[in-house]
């Protein structure tokens, strides 16, 4: 028996039309990625003590606050930079996702093999260098 194709939606998408062309690249990339955080540091908040991280990428700091013992004191804060948040709630996850391709695009290559040709060959190089030494 032929398993059964689910529906896809194809949403394309228009060029030079909507609310991040103008977007900034690292911000795109965190929307799109996550945000590689990195830990600032423990402080005191109260009788409660809270973690401040940062995004190296964005500048985007998140505190989470918690008891000594460890349980969460409710969900984490945001500091957004300045040109973080999209314009009119405008750039669903999906849109965000079709303007990194639609940049992507000059810089892709044309398979798994050919981006990590490159790499590879690095590797094999240094490989024969230790080899000849």
Request: proline share 6%.
């Amino acid at each position: 028996m032929a398993r059964k194709r689910p529906n896809l939606t194809v949403v394309e998408s228009k060029p030079d039309t909507g609310p991040l062309d103008d977007y900034d690249e690292n911000y795109l990339e965190c929307r799109g990625v996550c945000h590689p955080w990195q830990g600032v540091g423990y402080f005191r908040d109260g009788a409660w003590i809270s973690r401040l991280l940062r995004c190296p990428r964005c500048g985007m700091e998140k505190i989470t606050t918690m008891r000594r013992d460890g349980a969460l004191m409710g969900p984490a804060k945001y500091s957004r930079p300045d040109g973080y948040s999209i314009a009119n709630g405008g750039g669903s996850t999906q849109e965000v996702r079709q303007e990194a391709l639609r940049r992507a695009e000059a810089e892709m290559f044309g398979s798994y093999a050919d981006l990590l040709a490159p790499r590879v060959e690095t590797i094999e190089a240094k490989r024969s260098r230790r080899r000849s030494s």
